[in-house]
Structure formats: structure tokens, C-alpha cells
């Protein structure tokens, strides 16, 4: 189970795609060293993959997940 900042990491890369950590973080309100440390929790979890240099995407289960959640903000 995800956290709502995790979750938020989640939708925010099923809007933009591929993105950064530095890139991240504002949108969600967190340092880019805290979304930093949660990307590879998350990647331990199949739902997100390192692209190299920084930059991050959902894989087929994280773009799942997004959207569930993405449904619950509405």
C-alpha cells in the first residue's frame, strides 16, 4: 500500500511522464531528496523504473495504480 505522498508521485507521473526528482517535488510539496528516497521504494514495488540520469516512469503496474488513485482524488 502506498502513501498519499507516494500516491501523489504516482499521478504526478501519470500527468507529465517521464520526470525528475527536482522536477517532482514542488509539484507535491516535498524536498527532491525526500522524493528521491521513496522512488526506489517504489521501484522495489514494480511501479516505477530508473530511466538513467535522474529521470523516472511508471511502469504497466504503476500506470495502474495511478490511475485507481487518480479516480479516488476525484
Excluded: C, F
Excluded at 499521478?11 to 525528475?20: F, T
Excluded at 521504494?41 to 523504473?49: A, D, H, S, Y
Amino acid at each position: 500500500m502506498e502513501t498519499p505522498t507516494e500516491r501523489e508521485i504516482l499521478i504526478h507521473l501519470l500527468r507529465v511522464g517521464n520526470d525528475a526528482p527536482s522536477n517532482i517535488a514542488p509539484v507535491i510539496n516535498r524536498t527532491p531528496e525526500y522524493v528521491s528516497d521513496r522512488l526506489p521504494k517504489l521501484e522495489e514495488r514494480g511501479l516505477v523504473t530508473n530511466r538513467g540520469s535522474g529521470v523516472w516512469s511508471l511502469t504497466v503496474e504503476g500506470l495502474e495504480a495511478a490511475r485507481v488513485y487518480q479516480r479516488e482524488e476525484l
